[in-house]
C-alpha cells in the first residue's frame, strides 16, 4: 500500500516557476515506477511526465519538455515537479501517481497506475 500526498501548487503569473511535491508513506517507494498527470474540468487526466523506480529515466509529454523536471528522492521518499516558464495552458489539478512495475512500466497511461494523491491545484493567470 502506497499513500501519496502532494503539496506546492498555488496561484502565480505565466512565465513563473513552481515546484509541486509529492511525499509517499510505505516502505517500498524505490520500487514503483512514478508520475504526474493533471486534469482540468470536463477532460480526463492527461500525462505530464514520469521516472522510472530507481531515477534512470524520465519521460515528459511533449507540451511540457524542456520547461518541467521530475526527479525523486528516494531517502525522503518524494517525488517532485519543478515546472518553469509556466503558462496560462498548464492550469489545473495535477496529481502523483505510483505505479508497480513488475511487468514493464507504461508511464503515460493513466489507468496503469495503482495509486494516486488528492491533487494540488495550479492556477497560471496570464
Known amino acids: 500500500q502506497v499513500q501519496l500526498v502532494e503539496s506546492g501548487g498555488g496561484l502565480v503569473q505565466a512565465g513563473d516557476s513552481l515546484s509541486l511535491s509529492c511525499a509517499a508513506s510505505g516502505r517500498t517507494f524505490s520500487s514503483y515506477g512514478m508520475g504526474w498527470f493533471r486534469q482540468t474540468p470536463g477532460e480526463d487526466r492527461e500525462f505530464v511526465a514520469a521516472i522510472s523506480p530507481v531515477g534512470g529515466s524520465t519521460y515528459y509529454a511533449a507540451s511540457v519538455k524542456g520547461r518541467f523536471t521530475i526527479f525523486r528522492e528516494t531517502a525522503k521518499k518524494t517525488l517532485y515537479l519543478q515546472m518553469n516558464s509556466l503558462y496560462p495552458e498548464a492550469t489545473a489539478v495535477y496529481y502523483c501517481?505510483?505505479?508497480?512495475?513488475?511487468?514493464?512500466?507504461?508511464?503515460?497511461?493513466?489507468?496503469?497506475?495503482?495509486?494516486w494523491g488528492q491533487g494540488t491545484q495550479v492556477t497560471v493567470s496570464s
Open positions: 501517481a505510483a505505479q508497480a512495475t513488475y511487468n514493464g512500466f507504461s508511464y503515460d497511461r493513466a489507468n496503469a497506475y495503482n495509486y
